[in-house]
């Protein structure tokens, strides 16, 4: 290793400046993972069920506070378990800087952890490192593959005073420099401080709190309806404030949140076997509502690799001969892609090449390469470089009209001439492009039917940019850097920071974004976006910074994930449709019940085990068959409570005739009770089966998992009610009479419900 002008530190030097800069890494930010836990009982829902809990424990009721600490504890565990599979990206950021760097300490060359470079230290890099700090060369000359970072496609060319970027490649060659930035102040970590400052606010949220809304202010007013008269016949308080709080709980969607994530966990093990690794599971959920798809181009639908896309002979000169000139000028040994790529169509045509007696690597200053050879006696040189270089070497040459043409199509162009020496002989141009990848084009086709538009965002020229959306079948005006608020297909010239603001902007005028990337430079719009996809050759830093990351070639797990998160969103529907049903049903038939025979239609203790009855089987919706929608799926909430309002007062008619039939039939009260809690148990599940399908209920099968649930739901509730236990006994006959009634009260429900829930699947 020669001597290089930058002297480098001393150790107490670097020592002090570690002090003052900090490590070369990105700073940890953790959370234990007990506080992470107890989270999951910080949120509205689960407030009111530890209030509820508090309030019975107090009061004395051990049965009623067993089964809600049951349902808190049940939904944390799910909850946390899941998540824990996810948010690893800021660890993996700090894992991409553990390399060793050489470094000049003392006068002396060592290899230290590259975490303890700081400012001021003296590096060299060769041939295969990864570029531990940001740098200034002071000597030697490098190619640098920093596609990882900037989205170039191609490596570029470092020499003295040029900056290189952490964590970017040297693909040739190697150099010395000086420590310019490390850590969150270099190229690098900028983009993983944008990491940790990303993240969509999840919709998943916003939908629980929306529903929750509405079926508070309706129980607020049925609590204080109850609490006024209660109040007015002088009731004792004791008696009547667990019996309100039980009809709040009643009326809260508790299992929903365990709910979804059920239905994404299960969905997620599913895309796994198709290549899709899920890290966050509200992006299934997002998938199905994905209106917008940002696609980085290089390495996502290209293939990130070079090759001869045009060989353009000028007027009397050879195809051949231009090919093997080139190839000629190309070596193996400098790893050069550009190189690589003419040596490779070179050897596919079958192209000779002359004995080489020298060979000068591509020079930025002159802006070629050369090689000697032996032609008739004397030497002969073949160039190979940018053509007006090459062009002005040779006389009459015609070039300017075809590199135009070749650059327009996307095409990186080479000039190539050979000849004796001072005298050579324009032979005409090579193209050189980034292929698309073979599935592109269709993907992209198959999304646009799902009605998610695709848009590509590009480091390339817009000119490049435009020619590649052509092919791939991309809509919309091409724009650069400066239009990012303006609504296009292509958008050019883009920086990392922009790729995450682009998002922001889609986000804000309220598109559902999904990103798709490889590198570094994505990481940040990968997290930001709601569907971040990291592709199978994606660093460590995209994938962790990604919702799904696809491990095999191609795109169409992209493909594959949206239609998921469409089945998703149906059986989610299905849920919360019948949710919202039985909690208007429930909390009504409690409550007037209360108000008008001025007793208590069910115990509170039952209501908490019809909970446990209903969530069980609608949990099983997450297995349930169900058809992707053909349009993104966007969750209105209003339409949602109001067509639930017309379904839910035909089950309260029916609730009440159950209720009428008790009182017909001579039952004491707690007989009733028990009836009645029947009565909801056997709606509940039927109305699972009336809302899971659109159409008629008999219009598609349902999962094997729900039919067992609903068929055990019945034979525990049913075992339960004739035994005796935790209520009063009813005759067996009575049971399955209740059974018949309730699938001839389904059946024609079912006439009324078709019209009325078809338009929930309407975009």
Not at 745 to 761: C, E, G, H, S
Request: with cysteine; aromatic share 6%; glycine share 6%.
């Amino acid at each position: 290793m020669s001597e290089s002008p930058c002297t480098g530190l001393s150790s107490a030097e670097a020592a002090a400046r570690l002090q003052q800069y900090g490590p070369n890494a990105v700073r940890e930010e953790a959370s234990h993972p007990l506080l992470l836990f107890l989270r999951k009982f910080w949120a509205p829902v689960p407030w009111m069920l530890e209030l509820t809990l508090v309030l019975e424990l107090v009061l004395a009721k051990w049965p009623e506070a067993i089964i809600i600490a049951a349902l808190l504890i049940f939904n944390g565990i799910l909850g946390f378990s899941q998540e824990q599979r996810a948010q690893k990206a800021l660890e993996l950021l700090r894992e991409r800087l553990r390399i060793e760097a050489r470094v000049r300490r003392d006068g002396k060359w060592r290899s230290i952890s590259a975490t303890e470079l700081v400012p001021g230290d003296c590096v060299h890099v060769r041939l295969g490192d990864i570029v531990p700090a940001d740098i200034q060369l002071t000597e030697g000359q490098i190619l640098v593959d920093q596609s990882a970072l900037t989205g170039e496609s191609l490596p570029v060319d470092r020499k003295a005073q040029d900056t290189v970027y952490s964590a970017s490649t040297v693909r040739r060659g190697e150099a010395t420099g000086t420590v310019t930035a490390t850590g969150a102040k270099s190229y690098f970590g900028k983009t993983a401080e944008l990491v940790r400052g990303a993240g969509a606010k999840s919709h998943l949220e916003i939908l629980v709190l929306a529903i929750v809304r509405y079926l508070v202010i309706m129980d607020g007013l049925l609590v204080a309806a109850i609490l006024a008269y209660a109040t007015w016949m002088q009731m004792p308080l004791a008696e009547i404030l667990p019996f309100a709080l039980i009809l709040l709980v009643a009326s809260v969607p508790v299992a929903l949140p365990a709910t979804f994530t059920l239905a994404t966990a299960v969905a997620s093990l599913r895309l796994a076997h198709h290549g899709v690794l899920v890290t966050r599971l509200a992006a299934i959920e997002e998938a199905a509502a994905m209106s917008d798809l940002c696609s980085d181009k290089t390495g996502t639908l290209t293939q990130n690799r070079l090759q001869v896309s045009a060989v353009q002979a000028a007027s009397g000169q050879q195809r051949q001969e231009l090919l093997a000139m080139a190839a000629l000028a190309s070596d193996e040994a400098t790893q050069d892609p550009i190189d690589l790529a003419i040596l490779g169509a070179a050897q596919a045509e079958g192209v000779a090449t002359p004995d080489r007696q020298d060979f000068i690597p591509f020079d930025p200053s002159s802006k070629r390469s050369e090689a000697v050879f032996q032609k008739d006696g004397s030497a002969w040189r073949a160039l190979k470089g940018a053509p007006q270089v090459i062009a002005a070497l040779c006389q009459g040459a015609d070039w300017e009209k075809e590199t135009e043409e070749l650059a327009s199509t996307g095409a990186r162009v080479l000039g190539v001439a050979a000849g004796p020496d001072g005298a050579p002989r324009w032979l005409g141009l090579i193209g050189l492009a980034d292929p698309l990848r073979e599935d592109a084009a269709d993907l992209i086709a198959k999304l646009q039917n799902f009605g998610v538009r695709v848009r590509m965002v590009t480091g390339d020229s817009p000119a490049t940019a435009a020619h590649v959306a052509k092919e791939l079948g991309i809509s919309g005006k091409a724009c650069d850097r400066k239009s990012l608020r303006e609504d296009c297909g292509v958008y050019a010239g883009v920086f990392p920071e922009d790729k995450f603001h682009l998002v922001q902007s889609l986000q804000k005028q309220g598109h559902i974004v999904g990103m798709t990337g490889d590198g570094v430079n994505d990481a940040p719009a990968l997290k930001q976006a709601e569907m971040g996809v990291a592709v199978e050759s994606a660093t460590d830093v995209a994938k962790a910074a990604a919702s799904l990351v696809l491990t095999q070639a191609g795109l169409r797990g992209i493909l594959t994930a949206v239609e998921t998160g469409r089945r998703v969103y149906q059986r989610m529907l299905t849920y919360t449709l019948n949710k919202i049903v039985k909690v208007f049903q429930v909390a009504l038939f409690l409550s007037l019940g209360f108000l008008v025979f001025h007793d208590f239609v069910v115990t509170p203790l039952l209501v908490l085990l019809l909970l446990f009855a209903n969530d069980f089987v609608t949990m099983s919706l997450a297995d349930d068959h169900v058809r992707p929608s053909p349009r993104p799926d966007r969750w209105d909430v209003r339409s949602l409570v109001w067509s639930s309002l017309v379904v839910a007062g035909a089950w309260l008619v029916y609730i009440f005739l159950v209720y009428g039939a008790g009182i017909l039939l001579h039952l004491p009260l707690p007989a009733r009770q028990s009836l009645d809690f029947l009565g909801l148990v056997f709606s509940g599940l039927a109305n699972v089966f009336l809302v899971r399908e659109r159409g008629h209920l008999w219009a598609s099968l349902p999962g094997r998992f729900l039919l067992w649930a609903s068929l055990a739901d019945i034979v525990v509730v049913s075992v339960l009610a004739s035994q005796g236990w935790l209520m009063t006994a009813l005759p067996v006959p009575i049971i399955l009479a209740l059974l018949a009634a309730t699938v001839l009260f389904t059946l024609l429900l079912d006439q009324i419900k078709v019209p009325l829930l078809r338009r929930l699947n309407r975009a």
